[in-house]
Each structure stands twice: as structure tokens, then as C-alpha cells.
């Protein structure tokens, strides 16, 4: 309130008229109340950024934990078929070795 008093304050000093002056005012007014943040709004917007921002961080945090376990899964199977893949090579060579020596 105080800030629209020396503002139309300010415009009838320079002269400018008294409907123009309050025209200014009405319309500083309603920019400044739909257009502009308050702290209020700026906090209620940074307490939902942080709950979402958990919530991301936790459905993060989950998908890793999944992902690692399917990677030592994988891992695993890879250790096995190549153990697989060597037992069978070698017996194949010592039988390559028994049938040509």
C-alpha cells in the first residue's frame, strides 16, 4: 500500500493526471499480483521441487540396485558359458591329440 501511495505520489508531482495516475497504479497493482512471486509461492515451489526431486533420486537409486543385480546376473552366465565354451575346446583337443598322436 505504501509503495502505490508515493508511486501515484511520484506521477501527480510531475504532473501527470489524476486518472492516468491511478489508471498506473490499478494496473502496477494487478501485474504485481498475477504476474509476480511471492515468497510464499517461491516457497511452497521449493518444498514440491524437493519432493520431487526425492522421489527421482529414490526411483534412481532403486533402478541401480536392479541394474547392478541383472549386470552380476549377466555376469555370471558369461562366466559360465565360457568355462562351458573352455571345457569343451580342451576336450576336444586332448581327443584331436589321442586320435593323431
Do not use: C
Not at 541394474?67 to 565354451?85: G, N, V
Amino acid at each position: 500500500m505504501k509503495m502505490e501511495l508515493a508511486m501515484y505520489q511520484a506521477l501527480r508531482a510531475i504532473d501527470v493526471p489524476e486518472l492516468k495516475a491511478e489508471a498506473v497504479i490499478q494496473a502496477l497493482e494487478s501485474d504485481m499480483l498475477t504476474l509476480l512471486a511471492t515468497k510464499s509461492d517461491l516457497s511452497n515451489l521449493e518444498q514440491r521441487l524437493t519432493a520431487e526431486i526425492t522421489h527421482i533420486d529414490h526411483r534412481l537409486t532403486s533402478e541401480i540396485h536392479r541394474l547392478t543385480a541383472e549386470i552380476a546376473k549377466s555376469d555370471l552366465k558369461l562366466s559360465i558359458r565360457m568355462a562351458s565354451m573352455l571345457a569343451v575346446t580342451i576336450g576336444i583337443l586332448i581327443g584331436a591329440m589321442k586320435v593323431f598322436l
